[in-house]
T-cell receptor, first 116, second 113 residues
């Protein structure tokens, strides 16, 4: 069975600080996909990144970076120089189906509050 | 390009009633997935439809059902509503192609009283 654990329920940091959101996953499959989504108060889930299990390359996109480590089954997300607009609930998700985007198993989310 | 549209946005129903929620995917997307989000259980996968056929199913009772039309629009139905069905129901559309992501709608907030 698949499982995604986001141990940090809530995090608060002062604006411009760096913050890392942790994600640990469990799966028996050798091919799987990992995602991060952001959920602002409006409710919709906003896609941030997708990573395939065979691609352990870390990724940086502006102030966002992701560290994927298969050895520890972790896919952590770091926001550098946080801004108030980053305040939201962040979800890590896992999928083992063929295309990877049609059935997601989500973690419980981390509520991030950026204090101005 | 229009996003994923879910209607209605808010709904209040009485226990025992049934409800139908609608989701119009992004143009060209033929896969629609449904999720239930509650404070207690988090985000849980309900089912996925592709080409009018249910392709994947989560662990929900038979009271939860869905369908997809030839234009890829999807509906989900919940019969004999229970208080615990109160949730935000999100739908996601995707093209079911490699290296693509699912796009989510803003959801339907269902309250059962």
């Amino acid at each position: 069975a698949q499982k995604v654990t986001q141990a940090q329920t809530e995090i608060s940091v002062v604006e411009k600080e760096d913050v890392t959101l942790d994600c640990v996953y469990e799966t028996r499959d050798t091919t799987y996909y990992l995602f991060w989504y952001k959920q602002p108060p409006s409710g919709e889930l906003v896609f941030l990144i997708r990573r395939n299990s065979f691609d352990e390359q870390n990724e940086i996109s502006g102030r966002y970076s992701w560290n994927f480590q298969k050895s520890t089954s972790s896919f952590n997300f770091t926001i550098t120089a946080s801004q108030v607009v980053d305040s939201a609930v962040y979800f890590c998700a896992l999928s083992d189906v063929f295309f990877g985007n049609e059935k997601l198993t989500f973690g419980t989310g981390t509520r991030l509050t950026i204090i101005p | 390009k229009a996003g994923v549209t879910q209607t209605p946005r808010y709904l209040i129903k009485t226990r025992g009633q049934q409800v139908t929620l609608s989701c119009s995917p992004i143009s060209g997307h033929r896969s629609v997935s449904w999720y239930q989000q509650t404070p207690g259980q988090g985000l849980q996968f309900l089912f996925e439809y592709f080409s009018e056929t249910q392709r994947n199913k989560g662990n929900f009772p038979g009271r939860f059902s869905g369908r997809q039309f030839s234009n890829s629009r999807s509906e989900m139905n919940v019969s004999t509503l229970e208080l615990g069905d109160s949730a935000l129901y999100l739908c996601a559309s995707s093209s079911r192609q490699a290296n693509t992501e699912a796009f989510f709608g803003q959801g339907t907030r269902l309250t059962v009283v």
